[in-house]
């Protein structure tokens, strides 16, 4: 095997460790573990090791110059009503014409939530204990009725979960989807590499791989033929979600139609910080550019900066939902403008040198990973508009306590007991809005505010809100 060009590669490159125990593995093991080494590009790994492992190599983040970004604001926060109205027509105009289609980021880990299984198979409504892909599903069905045009949509999964996720599908019936309509498409790995450069072993037969983090949709919509796809089909824009928030408007005509007008190549929504210490990024400005600057690399001191009317300076906070424009994501795949790797130093299970495994107690080593937001300052003309959080925003990140199954259920219910309010039915909540009662709306009922509007004034005899109500 000494001779295989792909080992040699690997050793002239200082990688030779990959292949330490290759002449013990069986034959099936050692195709395995070439196969995987084929898929790094030691160029790549180099090129990273030199900028963001090396000694000394700090890959700082430039603050010169910085500026919060501006944002268009909400009506009722003194944005323009009547702008607000057009984008909104706009949007569902092109709803109307098939151009948008959904894009959900579910390729990541998922380590603080714990949950064994493709975190989209994570039950989380308060009655029907639905998963998120069931949420999403219903709700992107339900547009594509509204707006007479079924949605195309991309899922994106990683090599530890595709099998799962598809099956999971397989086994909803598709949640009554189109399967012709719903694409599984694999992000791409990057290798661990140790605090030296050294390539890590998770077996004798394998390399320590992970996800190339959620910037690696835009290079895996490129690779799958997803963007082929999309022109094929008179799809041009893509709305952007993560598949740990079920509050998201999947699809939303407002957004769909800033992004349109202002002719954006990418766009975001932001909610204003609930305080100066919050973790989520930040827009910004900076030469002409929208940025993200995440909280561990804004100082404190702009974190907690305020205005003359004492509101957070810096306050637009990223959540992760994003509309782009299909050509944009190939530009920015084919890599004439790549987005960086970020450095994170984790524990990464591995061997050692005789082969032994190693669980490590602390960070041994590197991953590398892309976000998605990097993209921002490469798009022109991109526009980042406000939302409401009780409207878009909720994510089940971790066990317990912020973010969590428990947090989520509560803003589902506090969702739905608003809509049912701002339609004349009384529903007991507390100060926070958090019903006394457990209900749940079905997407196909009302997936926001305008489809429930209308759905609950259609019905001739609305029913008593009781415990474990589900209107669908
Ligand atoms: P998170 O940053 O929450 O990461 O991902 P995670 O891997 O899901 O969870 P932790 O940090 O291990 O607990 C935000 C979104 O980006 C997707 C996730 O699936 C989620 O929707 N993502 C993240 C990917 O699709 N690929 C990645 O490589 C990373």
């Known amino acids: 095997m000494a001779q295989d060009p792909l080992i040699e590669k690997f050793r002239r490159a200082g990688q030779a460790q990959v292949f330490a125990f290759v002449d013990a593995l069986p034959g099936e093991a050692r195709q395995g573990l070439i196969a995987e080494a084929a898929e790094i590009d030691l160029a790549e790994v180099d090129r990273l090791n030199r900028t963001l492992v ?16 501006p944002y268009e604001k909400r009506p009722e926060h003194g944005g323009d009503a009547g702008a607000w109205a057009r984008a909104k027509a706009a949007g569902e105009a092109a709803l109307r014409a098939g ?9 990541g880990q998922g380590t603080r939530l714990g949950y064994d299984g493709p975190k ?11 998963s998120l892909f069931q949420v999403f599903a219903e709700k992107i069905r339900a547009a594509g009725v509204r707006y007479g045009r079924p949605l195309h949509w991309f899922i994106m999964t990683s090599h530890a979960n595709h099998g799962a996720t598809e099956a999971f599908f397989d086994a909803n019936g598709f949640f009554g989807l189109d399967r012709a309509r719903v694409h599984f498409i694999r992000q791409g790995r990057m290798p661990a590499v140790d605090f030296s450069g050294k390539i890590l072993l998770e077996t004798k037969g394998s390399i320590a791989l992970s996800p190339d983090g959620h910037g690696g949709s835009l290079r895996a919509l490129e690779r799958s033929g997803a963007l082929d796809l999309m022109r094929r089909e008179g799809v041009d824009t893509l709305s952007y979600f993560q598949v740990d928030n079920p509050l998201v408007r999947c699809v939303d005509p407002a957004f769909i139609g800033w992004h349109l007008l202002r002719g954006a190549e990418m766009s975001a929504k932001m909610v204003p910080k609930a305080y100066a210490e919050e973790r989520v990024g930040h827009f910004c400005t900076q030469a002409g550019r929208t940025v993200v600057i995440e909280y561990s690399d804004l100082p404190m001191a702009m974190q907690r900066a305020t205005d003359g009317s004492g509101r957070l300076r810096y306050l637009a906070g990223s959540i992760a939902i994003h509309v782009l424009d299909r050509e944009f994501v190939r530009r920015m795949a084919r890599g004439e403008q790549a987005l960086p790797f970020h450095r994170a130093d984790k524990r990464i299970p591995t061997i050692d040198a005789a082969g032994a495994s190693v669980k490590p107690e602390k960070a041994n080593g590197v991953k590398f990973e892309m976000f998605v937001f990097d993209a921002m300052p490469f798009a022109e003309n991109p526009v980042v508009i406000e939302t409401l959080r009780a409207d878009d925003f909720s994510p089940v990140k971790n066990a317990d306590g912020v973010d969590s199954p428990k947090t989520c259920r509560d803003d589902q219910l506090r969702q739905f007991a608003r809509w049912l309010r701002a339609n004349g039915a009384m529903v007991a909540a507390d100060a926070t809005g958090l019903p006394h009662l457990a209900l749940e709306i079905a997407p196909s009922f009302g997936y926001d505010e305008d489809s ?9 005899a609305k029913p008593s809100l009781t415990d474990g109500l589900y209107l669908s």
């Open 452 to 460: 429930f509007a209308e759905a609950w004034q259609q019905l001739a």
């Open 54 to 69: 090396a000694a000394g190599a700090t890959a700082g983040v430039n603050l010169e110059g910085l500026a919060p970004a």
């Open 120 to 130: 989209g198979t994570f039950r989380v409504t308060p009655v029907r204990q639905k």
């Open 99 to 107: 151009r948008v289609a959904a894009f959900t980021v579910a390729g």
